[in-house]
């Protein structure tokens, strides 16, 4: 096996006090296992949680390889060194840490630095019923603590660097959650330096379309700003009051378009906007200002026009204020 010589870093093997070999990762990689899949075209990146053989902890890992099924070729290696280089200069502890990076013949790992529990969209929508009558449910506190980390995530991706960088890809399967049910963005797949400044459109040449359906803001098709993200984590935070799915096909849309029909008729006193909020909260009733002001704000970040749309900042200053 050969090994990605510009970033493989032996001390970090024991990083979070993980121990593993090469092998304990590749060969517990298999396709039905995928947490999440995503189509870059002429490539494929697919999440796993891989357990370490004789202990309790899992490592999230991402596999990177080509659709034809060809062997690694240098397309696929600069993809995946452009994202080595960008995680590599990113410091944050709501963005996810790269901790390794192994090359076979055939695909390419990149092994994050992360505790796993989960995916946001797994707590939010879990696959077995019987989670939630475990107990196993995220309360208001925890999920406005989610929203607070992600967009404290997002606005050092757009504001606290010399350069912008616009993830393309925010949505509740790229928001990774540690042990302490702390968020952590990943998903870095499309995720581009914005050179020209933090309201200026990524070149069009530069646009994959590939972020997911509820989450991808109207303008993506033809022009791509840090606004994008406004859009996609505005959905996540409809996502996490609401508990909906996001490309959920119902009679007024799915939930941004859903949100913005109706906003207005549920924040009257006499409207049921408690009758939107996620069932399975408990103490909704103690929480539901906070949860109003949080949906207001998904509602202000998904309107059509990127321009009316707030900055991450502000978004983050009204969480701090309005939803504690």
């Not at 994050?112 to 449910?137: F, I, M, T």
């Not at 959650?177 to 797949?189: E, Q, R, V």
Request: hydrophobic share 40%.
């Amino acid at each position: 096996m050969n090994l990605f010589g510009f970033f493989r870093v032996s001390k970090k093997r024991d990083s979070h006090s993980l121990h593993y070999n090469d092998q304990d990762i590749t060969n517990n990689l298999g396709d039905d296992d995928a947490m999440s899949n995503i189509n870059g075209g002429t490539w494929n990146s697919a999440l796993y949680r891989v357990p370490l053989p004789g202990t309790s902890s899992v490592v999230v890992v991402k596999k990177l390889q080509n659709r034809s099924g060809s062997p690694v070729d240098a397309s696929l290696d600069n993809r995946c060194q452009s994202e080595v280089n960008l995680l590599g200069s990113i410091h944050h502890d709501n963005i996810i840490g790269l901790a390794d990076c192994l090359r076979t013949n055939n695909f390419i790992v990149l092994i994050y630095n992360h505790k796993e529990n989960g995916s946001l969209h797994r707590w939010l929508h879990p696959d077995l019923p019987q989670l939630a009558a475990q107990g196993l449910v995220l309360d208001w506190p925890t999920r406005r603590n989610i929203a607070i980390g992600t967009v404290e995530g997002l606005c050092y991706l757009h504001h606290g660097r010399n350069h912008p960088i616009v993830h393309h890809n925010i949505n509740s399967a790229s928001i990774l959650l540690d042990t302490s049910l702390n968020p952590k963005i990943a998903g870095f797949d499309f995720a581009r330096i914005n050179l020209a400044g933090p309201d200026q459109p990524v070149p069009i040449s530069e646009l994959t379309a590939a972020n997911m359906f509820g989450y991808t803001a109207p303008e993506y098709v033809t022009m791509v700003t840090i606004k994008v993200d406004v859009y996609s984590i505005g959905v996540v935070l409809l996502e996490l009051v609401t508990g909906r799915l996001p490309n959920e096909p119902v009679l007024d849309g799915h939930l941004a378009t859903w949100a913005q029909n109706n906003c207005e008729r549920l924040m009257e006193k006499t409207g049921d906007f408690s009758n939107v909020v996620d069932m399975v909260i408990p103490d909704r009733a103690r929480y539901i200002k906070e949860m109003a002001a949080m949906f207001r704000l998904g509602v202000d970040c998904t309107v059509k026009k990127p321009e009316e749309r707030p900055t991450i900042r502000e978004g983050l200053f009204r969480l701090r204020n309005r939803c504690r």
